[in-house]
Every structure is written in structure tokens, then in C-alpha cells.
């Protein structure tokens, strides 16, 4: 993982056609389009990785973990119609890259995440790159009940269902974007809180993230 914060014009160019290659695949908000444009994504690798920064895809960062593909977080972030001050709780902070870029479109983002040794380490980066998140450690499948209902909540790791906890922990009108199948394959859901006791249910593309682990998952 980098320490040094350098953001030159190589790394500033491989910013511009990342957004371009977003652009031709589809990713047409302009918030989330300039988000991916601004956040320096080579900050989270290793110095000796950086010409692999601005590739879409996603990358190995420890712990049987990754930094997800930029196509995902821009796809992801897109399906939350963030607004300016939205209550956000992000399950699984991992790298924090898309910590960032929620806090870009201007969320106020409570992230959460299970692995000592990533947490550790993002509590750690994210503020020097001038990010202040709220950061938690703990089982992210249960949500962080203390500080809801949440206006937007996003699982970044793949589920076996969509955890009941978390569906409660939503606001009237939230919205709920998590991948969920198997352990090799999910469809990305979209859930919608409609009223107290329903919810509107969309099923959208086919991903591949890391397990969600906890007491609501796997």
C-alpha cells in the first residue's frame, strides 16, 4: 500500500481515460463520473503497482481481499442517486477507494468493516488523503444499528440473501444496493424501502465480489 501521496500528470491522465472507458460502458451520472476523475485510485497500491491504478480491474490489497474494479464502484454509486448530505453506511470498507467516492458525490458515509488488518490500515489513509469518513470495525452483515435509519446503504461483498437487519435500517424512500448468488457469481439488487413494511425489489447485472462474511451472510 502507498504512503506517498504524489498525484502527477501520468497519474492525472490514466484518471481522464478511466472516466472515458466509464463513459463507454454505460456510467452516465456526471457526479460519480467526476468522482472516479478526482480520486487518486494509485494512493491505494503499492508503490511498485501504480501503472495498474487506472486499468478497470480489480486488484489484490491483502487479507484475501481487493480494491474493486472501477466499473463497480462507478456502477454501484451510480444505482444510489446520492444527494448532497446523504446518510450513507458502506458494508465493507476495505480498501476505502469507494469510501472516497461516496464521500465525492457528498454522502456522509459510515462505513464498517470486519478485518483488523484493512481497517487498520485505512483508518490510517484515508484522513491523509483528507477523507474523514466515520469508520467502524465489526460484523458489517448486521449493519451499524446505533446511527440509523440510513437514507442509502451499500454492500460492497457478495451475499447469500439480503440481510433482514439491513432492510430495517433504511429510511422510507432508502434505497439498498447489494450483490447477491452464490460465492463465485451475484446479481447486482437494488432495494427500495417503500413504506414501513414493504419494499420494492430490482434485479440488475451479474458480478463477482469477495464473500460477505458475518452473522447475516456467509
Given at each position: 500500500?502507498?504512503?506517498?501521496?504524489?498525484?502527477?500528470?501520468?497519474?492525472?491522465?490514466?484518471?481522464?481515460?478511466?472516466?472515458?472507458?466509464?463513459?463507454?460502458?454505460?456510467?452516465t451520472?456526471?457526479?460519480?463520473?467526476?468522482?472516479?476523475?478526482?480520486?487518486?485510485?494509485?494512493?491505494?497500491?503499492?508503490?511498485?503497482?501504480?501503472?495498474?491504478?487506472?486499468?478497470?480491474?480489480?486488484?489484490?490489497?491483502?487479507?484475501?481481499q481487493t480494491?474493486?474494479?472501477?466499473?463497480?464502484?462507478?456502477?454501484?454509486?451510480?444505482?444510489?442517486?446520492?444527494?448532497?448530505?446523504?446518510?450513507?453506511?458502506?458494508?465493507?470498507?476495505?480498501?476505502?477507494?469507494?469510501?472516497?467516492?461516496?464521500?465525492?458525490?457528498?454522502?456522509?458515509?459510515?462505513?464498517?468493516?470486519?478485518?483488523?488488518?484493512?481497517?487498520?490500515?485505512?483508518?490510517?489513509?484515508?484522513?491523509?488523503?483528507?477523507?474523514?469518513?466515520?469508520?467502524?470495525?465489526?460484523?458489517?452483515?448486521?449493519?451499524?444499528?446505533?446511527y440509523?435509519?440510513?437514507?442509502?446503504?451499500?454492500?460492497?461483498?457478495?451475499?447469500?440473501?439480503?440481510?433482514?437487519?439491513?432492510?430495517?435500517?433504511?429510511?422510507?424512500?432508502?434505497?439498498?444496493?447489494?450483490?447477491?448468488?452464490?460465492?463465485?457469481?451475484?446479481?447486482?439488487?437494488?432495494?427500495?424501502?417503500?413504506?414501513?413494511?414493504?419494499?420494492?425489489?430490482?434485479?440488475?447485472?451479474?458480478?463477482?465480489?469477495?464473500p460477505?462474511?458475518?452473522?447475516?451472510?456467509?
Open positions: 500500500m502507498a504512503y506517498k501521496f504524489v498525484d502527477n500528470y501520468r497519474e492525472q491522465g490514466g484518471r481522464k481515460k478511466l472516466v472515458a472507458l466509464l463513459k463507454d460502458r454505460g456510467i451520472d456526471e457526479k460519480v463520473l467526476k468522482a472516479i476523475g478526482k480520486v487518486p485510485r494509485h494512493f491505494f497500491f503499492d508503490e511498485t503497482f501504480w501503472n495498474q491504478a487506472y486499468k478497470d480491474i480489480a486488484f489484490p490489497i491483502g487479507d484475501g480494491i474493486s474494479q472501477p466499473y463497480t464502484v462507478a456502477y454501484q454509486t451510480e444505482l444510489l442517486h446520492i444527494q448532497k448530505g446523504d446518510k450513507v453506511l458502506e458494508i465493507g470498507t476495505g480498501s476505502g477507494y469507494q469510501t472516497c467516492i461516496l464521500m465525492e458525490v457528498g454522502a456522509k458515509v459510515y462505513t464498517i468493516e470486519r478485518q483488523p488488518n484493512i481497517y487498520n490500515h485505512t483508518l490510517k489513509v484515508l484522513p491523509g488523503m483528507g477523507y474523514k469518513a466515520n469508520f467502524f470495525l465489526g460484523d458489517g452483515s448486521k449493519g451499524i444499528e446505533e440509523a435509519p440510513y437514507d442509502k446503504i451499500i454492500v460492497t461483498a457478495g451475499a447469500p440473501f439480503v440481510p433482514e437487519i439491513l432492510l430495517k435500517q433504511l429510511k422510507i424512500g432508502g434505497i439498498l444496493v447489494i450483490p447477491v448468488g452464490d460465492e463465485k457469481t451475484q446479481k447486482m439488487i437494488t432495494v427500495i424501502r417503500v413504506n414501513e413494511n414493504d419494499f420494492d425489489r430490482i434485479e440488475l447485472d451479474t458480478f463477482r465480489f469477495v460477505l462474511v458475518g452473522d447475516q451472510a456467509w
